[in-house]
C-alpha cells in the first residue's frame, strides 16, 4: 500500500524559507517521476516541481529560480526547498507521481503573510 505524507509546512512571512519533506511507502522510489503539487482555496491542485528517476528537474514558471526538488532515494523522500516565498506561494502542497497515481496524502499548509 503506498503512503505518501508530507510536513514541513507553516506560516512564514514573504521573502522567507521553508523546506517540505514527502516521506513515501509502499513504492520503489526511484522507479517513478514524482513531484510536487499545490492546491491554493478555489483552485485547482497545480504541479509546482517534478523530478525524474535521474534526477532531471522541471518546475513551473511561478517558481522557477525560487524552489528546488530533490530526492534521497535511501530515505525514500522527496524534498522542496522554497526560497523567496511570495504570498501567492501560499497553498496546501503535496507529493505524488507524475503523473498522478497514488491517492492523495494529508497535504502541508504552507501560508505566506506578513
Known amino acids: 500500500q503506498v503512503q505518501l505524507v508530507e510536513s514541513g509546512g507553516g506560516l512564514v512571512q514573504p521573502g522567507g524559507s521553508l523546506r517540505l519533506s514527502c516521506a513515501a511507502s509502499g513504492i520503489i522510489f526511484s522507479y517513478y517521476t514524482m513531484g510536487w503539487y499545490r492546491q491554493a482555496p478555489g483552485k485547482q491542485r497545480e504541479l509546482v516541481a517534478d523530478?525524474?528517476?535521474?534526477?532531471?528537474?522541471t518546475y513551473a514558471d511561478s517558481v522557477k529560480g525560487r524552489f528546488t526538488i530533490s530526492t534521497d532515494n535511501a530515505k525514500r523522500t522527496i524534498y522542496l526547498q522554497m526560497n523567496s516565498l511570495k504570498p501567492e506561494d501560499t497553498a496546501a502542497y503535496y507529493c505524488?507521481?507524475?503523473?498522478?497515481?497514488w491517492g492523495w496524502g494529508p497535504g502541508t499548509q504552507v501560508t505566506v503573510s506578513s
Open positions: 505524488n507521481a507524475r503523473p498522478s497515481r
Open positions: 523530478i525524474s528517476s535521474g534526477g532531471r528537474t
